[in-house]
């Protein structure tokens, strides 16, 4: 078989990804897929999983879930959504892929339905910062331009949740956006809170690893590529980046383009630069 050029093989991969997209709810086995790409079934999981990040089997699944909150948000019965998203059984969502909806798929159906999220929303240095959890941790961590903005940035990120505002008595909740910002004023460590977060398997990663990373240390999302296990999956790498919703606690900031250029951020390149700024500047 003549080896295939790297643009020639981006192409076919990309191709490869559109069919997967298009049938996911059919069984497309490994070496269909590699007779359409002209690979052998090996090669194929290879650089399929180096480009996208993903094997074959995990795109696809992550196409069945896609499919499958689209029909649970458009109020689809659990089982049919289930049936079309292409998974045949409910074992299979409430399994492995269940995870990744945060919830179970008749609560995901009404955009959260039953959560409880209480909230404060306090000015830092950095400008008016809210902060949310669950019973389980933090699951949402943004900055914006008042406390009316933010609101409605987490209600639409938990459209059907109960999201209340902190009362007086809740001290854990005060305490947590205290040390946060005690952090951004660099007058003390990052705040090691428990974490709520909802992605993708591969954004998952991403975030586990970010969370590795010490104030003052910097990477590229090159580098967060190699380090997940995904050395083609930049681009991939890059927009779990830009999905994190937990600013600072999840620090997406410390990800830089490979050229040394600041790259996007989710809350301002200005706001960036003044965090990494101030981490290098509390480390020398």
């Not at 194929?44 to 180096?50: I, N």
């Not at 590529?225 to 830009?242: D, E, F, M, T, W």
Request: glycine share 10%; aromatic share 6%.
């Amino acid at each position: 078989m003549t080896k295939p050029s790297p643009s020639s093989l981006a192409t076919r991969l990309e191709a490869i990804a559109r069919h997967i997209e298009a049938h996911a709810d059919e069984a497309l086995s490994l070496e269909t897929l590699a007779a359409q790409a002209a690979l052998s079934p090996a090669h194929l999981q290879r650089r399929f999983k180096a480009h996208f990040g993903l094997s074959p089997k995990q795109y696809q699944d992550g196409c069945r879930l896609r499919r499958l909150r689209t029909g649970l948000k458009a109020g689809t019965r659990v089982t049919d959504a289930i049936d079309a998203a292409g998974f045949g059984s409910t074992s299979r969502v409430y399994g492995e892929p269940a995870r990744h909806l945060g919830m179970t798929p008749s609560r995901y159906r009404g955009g959260g339905r039953g959560e409880r999220i209480r909230y404060v929303c306090a000015t830092t240095v950095e400008g008016p910062l809210m902060l949310a959890a669950t019973d389980t941790g933090v699951c949402f961590a943004e900055f914006g331009p008042d406390e009316a903005h933010l609101r409605q940035c987490l209600q639409r990120e938990f459209p059907a949740a109960v999201c209340e505002a902190a009362h007086a008595d809740a001290v854990q909740l005060a305490a947590w956006i205290d040390a946060l910002d005690d952090y951004l004023r660099g007058n003390d460590a990052v705040p090691n809170l428990p974490l709520d977060l909802r992605g993708t398997a591969f954004q998952l990663k991403v975030w586990h690893f970010l969370r590795t990373l010490a104030p003052g240390q910097q990477v590229t999302y090159t580098e967060v590529a190699h380090a997940i296990g995904a050395p083609r999956a930049v681009r991939a790498a890059a927009s779990a980046c830009g999905a994190n919703r937990i600013a600072v606690l999840v620090p997406c900031h410390r990800v830089l383009r490979g050229d040394g250029g600041l790259g996007g951020y989710r809350w301002g390149v200005a706001r960036k630069r003044r965090l990494l700024d101030r981490e290098a500047g509390a480390t020398q």
